[in-house]
């Protein structure tokens, strides 16, 4: 399985950026797309996960209701929608996927297997 995160770049606060993931490799049917996040000096951080089949979705708490993560079955392609962003919201982006994870360990970083490079998302204030 490889993943390409791409869409990082400058905002202003208060402004939004759509991250996308384009998955191959692999059929996903039963996968776990994430996003996570790394902040400089921070640990990596979980942000939101979909599930392939199904698509169940799952928020960390400081996003909810700013950031929405959809799927494109035909593009194998994940997304990551950001409104209001906030300075706080600055980090690099990596999405993230494992089969076969149950809903309580989607925030679980190191249960996952495949990782994409990461795109820097920077939010001036």
């Known amino acids: 399985v490889q993943l390409q995160a791409s869409g990082g770049g400058l905002v202003q606060a208060g402004g939004s950026l759509r991250l996308s993931c384009a998955a191959s490799?692999?059929?996903?049917?039963?996968?776990?797309l994430g996003w996570f996040r790394q902040a400089p000096g921070k640990e990596r951080e979980f942000v939101a996960a979909?599930?392939?089949?199904?698509?169940?979705?799952y928020y960390a708490d400081p996003v909810k209701g700013r950031f929405a993560i959809s799927k494109e079955n035909a593009r194998k392609t994940v997304y990551l929608q950001m409104d209001n962003l906030k300075p706080e919201d600055t980090a690099v982006y990596y999405c993230?996927?494992?089969?076969?994870?149950?809903?309580?360990?989607?925030?679980?970083?190191?249960?996952?297997?495949?990782w994409g490079q990461g795109t820097l998302v920077t939010v001036s204030s």
């Open positions: 993230a996927a494992q089969s076969g994870l149950i809903a309580t360990a989607v925030h679980r970083r190191d249960l996952y297997d495949h």
């Open positions: 490799g692999g059929t996903f049917g039963n996968y776990m």
């Open positions: 979909i599930r392939w089949s199904g698509g169940n979705k």
